[in-house]
Protein backbone atom coordinates (compact mmCIF):
# COMPACT_ATOMS: atom_id res chain seq x y z
CA UNK A 1 0.00 0.00 0.00
CA UNK A 2 1.24 3.67 -0.71
CA UNK A 3 1.83 6.08 1.41
CA UNK A 4 -0.22 9.58 0.65
CA UNK A 5 2.70 12.56 0.79
CA UNK A 6 1.10 15.64 2.56
CA UNK A 7 0.61 18.42 0.50
CA UNK A 8 3.76 20.62 0.47
CA UNK A 9 1.86 24.30 2.10
CA UNK A 10 -1.03 23.77 4.45
CA UNK A 11 -4.33 25.85 3.98
CA UNK A 12 -2.28 28.57 5.82
CA UNK A 13 0.71 28.69 4.12
CA UNK A 14 -0.98 28.44 0.81
CA UNK A 15 -2.92 31.71 1.99
CA UNK A 16 0.20 33.34 3.28
CA UNK A 17 2.04 32.96 -0.10
CA UNK A 18 -1.22 34.21 -1.67
CA UNK A 19 -0.81 37.13 0.17
CA UNK A 20 2.68 37.81 -0.37
CA UNK A 21 2.20 37.18 -4.25
CA UNK A 22 -0.91 39.74 -4.16
CA UNK A 23 1.67 42.19 -2.39
CA UNK A 24 4.05 41.98 -5.57
CA UNK A 25 1.79 43.02 -7.95
CA UNK A 26 1.16 47.12 -8.21
CA UNK A 27 -1.57 48.77 -7.35
CA UNK A 28 -2.94 49.34 -10.26
CA UNK A 29 -3.42 45.93 -11.83
CA UNK A 30 -5.87 45.52 -8.98
CA UNK A 31 -8.02 48.19 -9.20
CA UNK A 32 -11.82 47.46 -9.27
CA UNK A 33 -11.13 44.10 -7.91
CA UNK A 34 -13.24 44.83 -4.83
CA UNK A 35 -13.90 41.08 -3.89
CA UNK A 36 -10.27 40.62 -3.86
CA UNK A 37 -8.34 37.22 -3.61
CA UNK A 38 -10.28 34.26 -2.17
CA UNK A 39 -8.63 30.90 -1.04
CA UNK A 40 -11.54 28.47 -1.42
CA UNK A 41 -10.18 24.86 0.99
CA UNK A 42 -12.14 22.85 -2.09
CA UNK A 43 -11.46 21.59 -5.36
CA UNK A 44 -13.31 22.94 -8.51
CA UNK A 45 -13.54 20.96 -11.39
CA UNK A 46 -15.38 21.55 -14.65
CA UNK A 47 -16.34 18.20 -16.51
CA UNK A 48 -12.39 16.36 -15.95
CA UNK A 49 -10.39 19.18 -15.42
CA UNK A 50 -9.53 20.66 -12.18
CA UNK A 51 -9.93 24.17 -12.05
CA UNK A 52 -6.90 26.51 -10.07
CA UNK A 53 -8.72 29.17 -9.83
CA UNK A 54 -11.35 31.70 -11.77
CA UNK A 55 -12.46 35.30 -12.30
CA UNK A 56 -16.05 35.99 -10.98
CA UNK A 57 -17.67 39.34 -12.24
CA UNK A 58 -20.86 39.87 -10.85
CA UNK A 59 -22.78 42.54 -11.33
CA UNK A 60 -23.83 43.08 -7.30
CA UNK A 61 -20.87 41.93 -6.21
CA UNK A 62 -18.43 43.01 -8.16
CA UNK A 63 -14.72 41.40 -9.29
CA UNK A 64 -13.59 38.43 -7.28
CA UNK A 65 -10.45 35.76 -7.82
CA UNK A 66 -10.69 32.58 -6.12
CA UNK A 67 -8.20 30.24 -6.04
CA UNK A 68 -8.96 26.20 -5.20
CA UNK A 69 -6.25 25.21 -2.81
CA UNK A 70 -8.29 21.68 -3.19
CA UNK A 71 -7.54 21.54 -6.55
CA UNK A 72 -3.46 22.41 -5.99
CA UNK A 73 -3.52 19.38 -3.61
CA UNK A 74 -5.38 17.04 -5.80
CA UNK A 75 -2.89 18.21 -8.73
CA UNK A 76 0.68 18.85 -7.13
CA UNK A 77 -0.05 16.23 -4.66
CA UNK A 78 3.12 16.10 -2.49
CA UNK A 79 5.48 18.35 -5.12
CA UNK A 80 8.02 20.39 -3.99
CA UNK A 81 6.82 24.12 -2.52
CA UNK A 82 8.81 25.55 -5.31
CA UNK A 83 6.35 24.17 -7.75
CA UNK A 84 3.27 24.85 -5.58
CA UNK A 85 4.84 28.98 -5.68
CA UNK A 86 5.03 28.83 -9.38
CA UNK A 87 1.49 27.30 -9.99
CA UNK A 88 0.11 29.63 -7.24
CA UNK A 89 1.66 32.84 -9.03
CA UNK A 90 0.79 31.59 -12.53
CA UNK A 91 -3.14 30.78 -11.42
CA UNK A 92 -3.02 34.61 -9.77
CA UNK A 93 -1.44 35.90 -12.62
CA UNK A 94 -3.98 34.15 -14.90
CA UNK A 95 -6.93 35.20 -13.38
CA UNK A 96 -5.55 38.70 -12.89
CA UNK A 97 -5.23 38.91 -16.57
CA UNK A 98 -8.79 38.31 -17.21
CA UNK A 99 -9.46 40.83 -14.56
CA UNK A 100 -7.23 43.70 -16.50
CA UNK A 101 -8.81 42.48 -19.75
CA UNK A 102 -12.40 43.07 -18.77
CA UNK A 103 -11.39 46.30 -17.63
CA UNK A 104 -10.27 47.09 -20.60
CA UNK A 105 -13.38 46.13 -22.34
CA UNK A 106 -11.84 42.92 -24.05
CA UNK A 107 -11.76 39.37 -23.73
CA UNK A 108 -8.96 37.84 -25.23
CA UNK A 109 -7.46 35.35 -22.74
CA UNK A 110 -11.13 34.04 -22.54
CA UNK A 111 -10.73 33.12 -26.34
CA UNK A 112 -6.98 31.78 -25.85
CA UNK A 113 -8.66 29.37 -23.38
CA UNK A 114 -11.86 28.05 -25.68
CA UNK A 115 -9.39 27.55 -28.65
CA UNK A 116 -6.99 25.38 -26.17
CA UNK A 117 -9.79 23.25 -25.17
CA UNK A 118 -10.86 22.31 -28.42
CA UNK A 119 -7.33 21.58 -29.13
CA UNK A 120 -7.17 19.33 -26.48
CA UNK A 121 -10.10 17.81 -27.19
CA UNK A 122 -9.06 17.29 -31.12
CA UNK A 123 -6.42 15.74 -29.92
CA UNK A 124 -8.04 13.10 -27.48
CA UNK A 125 -10.74 12.00 -30.23
CA UNK A 126 -8.54 12.15 -32.81
CA UNK A 127 -10.08 14.93 -34.91
Keep these: MSKKRRPALT ?6 LADAIMGEIPGKFLRGLNGGVNIAETARKDGEYFIMGEYILDDILGSTIMIYY ?34 AGVDYLSEEERAELERERNRRTGD
Excluded at 11 to 16: G, V, W
Excluded at 88 to 93: A, C, P
Design 70 to 103: GSFVRLLGGSGREAWEEELRETILHELRHHVEIM
Design 11 to 16: IDQFTD
